[in-house]
T-cell receptor
Framework: LAKTTQPISMDSYEGQEVNITCSHN???????ITWYQQFPSQGPRFIIQ???TKVTNEVASLFIPADRKSSTLSLPRVSLSDTAVYYC?????????????FGGGTRLMVKP | DSGVTQTPKHLITATGQRVTLRCSPR?????VYWYQQSLDQGLQFLIQ???????AKGNILERFSAQQFPDLHSELNLSSLELGDSALYFC????????????FGPGTRLTVT
């Protein structure tokens, strides 16, 4: 499984756009990139998944450059309720087993 | 609400004891996963079941075991409990064909004293 590196923590203010970047230099051809969000004492929640270029849903956007060695999760106009830990995961969930391998995540603090 | 239910919510027990954690997946999901989250180890995958059969094993101790029943609910059994087993235990389920999109339950907080 490709190793991921993301900032340990980030601070932002309400209404700002937040971009969290994840490095995955050893990503394999069949690997997909997935992001999860976790609030304290709750289970992680799936946010978004992508393979290349840009993916957008009602919650976030995911930008993946052509070399796929990194990805950026973009949260538009964050609010206090977006304070959480965000995990970047990389894997080939079709062939390499279905488990999710979580790293340390990025602790996002949104301030008023 | 993810649709995954876990009981009990909290469990306090003594070292050496045995406990059973229960999970009901979302309606229609055949896969069930168990994860352990402790302060020092983060979120760790333990084991996966698919339609009653064990599919994948992670860092699950020999003192721990799990099973998935015909109605698809799953139980995680933890025995000979140690202080270090104190953690949040999450169950998750996924739709066939989308294993990366897992729905997590609210967790069971186990405290071993």
């Amino acid at each position: 499984l490709a190793k991921t590196t993301q900032p340990i923590s980030m601070d932002s203010y309400e209404g700002q756009e937040v971009n969290i970047t994840c490095s995955h230099n050893n990503i394999a051809t069949n690997d997909y990139i997935t992001w999860y969000q976790q609030f304290p004492s709750q289970g992680p929640r799936f946010i978004i998944q992508g393979y290349k270029t840009k993916v957008t849903n009602e919650v976030a956007s995911l930008f993946i450059p052509a070399d796929r060695k990194s990805s950026t999760l973009s949260l538009p106009r964050v609010s206090l309720s977006d304070t959480a830990v965000y995990y970047c995961l990389v894997g080939d969930w079709g062939n390499a087993g279905n488990m999710l391998t979580f790293g340390g995540g990025t602790r996002l603090m949104v301030k008023p | 609400d993810s649709g995954v239910t876990q009981t009990p919510k909290h469990l306090i027990t003594a070292t050496g004891q045995r406990v059973t954690l229960r999970c009901s997946p979302r309606s229609g999901d055949l896969s069930v996963y168990w994860y352990q989250q402790s302060l020092d180890q983060g979120l760790q995958f333990l084991i996966q079941y698919y339609n009653g059969e064990e599919r994948a094993k992670g860092n699950i101790l020999e003192r721990f075991s799990a099973q998935q029943f015909p109605d698809l609910h799953s139980e995680l059994n933890l025995s000979s409990l140690e202080l270090g087993d104190s953690a949040l235990y999450f169950c998750a389920s996924s739709v066939e064909g989308s294993p990366y999109e897992q729905y997590f339950g609210p967790g069971t907080r186990l405290t071993v004293t």
